[in-house]
């Protein structure tokens, strides 16, 4: 099984070009800052990212040239794919590259406009304040009304 869920900041606006011929597909590539699970911190105290080069083809990378901007903050799904190529100077060069099958945001725009320029850093955006409930007791409970037993749908 090939399946891999990222959900990262993008460093920088995607690139979308569109291929040649009868029919022209677009093409996306752009990198996700991915922030590492565990908390180690570089020599500054930063938390470490990993870049993470992607690439989209058709209605993904329309998708993605029309909404995706830097700093957003996605979540993407999709697989490995490797490959390589000769560079001008002759030498084999190897990539590899994840193809996204899938793409969501990952924050509210407000959240993702905040956040603008800030990628890989362990931004934490704040956290939308709970609504408070109808009827809350002074302990942060809501007062259940009596007699609500019999209307529940399961015992």
Known sequence: MNKVILM???TRDPEVRYSSGDTATAVARFTLAVDRRF???DRDGEQTADFIGCVAFGRNAEFIE????????VSICGRIQTGSYTNRDGQKVYTTDVVVEEQEFAESKAASD???????GGYQSAPAPMPSPMGAAGDGFMNIPDGIDEELPFN
């Not at 029309?66 to 903050?73: A, S, T, V």
């Open 39 to 41: 908390a180690r911190r």
């Open 8 to 10: 990262g900041r993008l």
């Open 114 to 120: 905040a956040g603008r320029g800030n990628f890989g």
């Open 66 to 73: 029309k909404y995706f901007r830097q700093g957003m903050r």
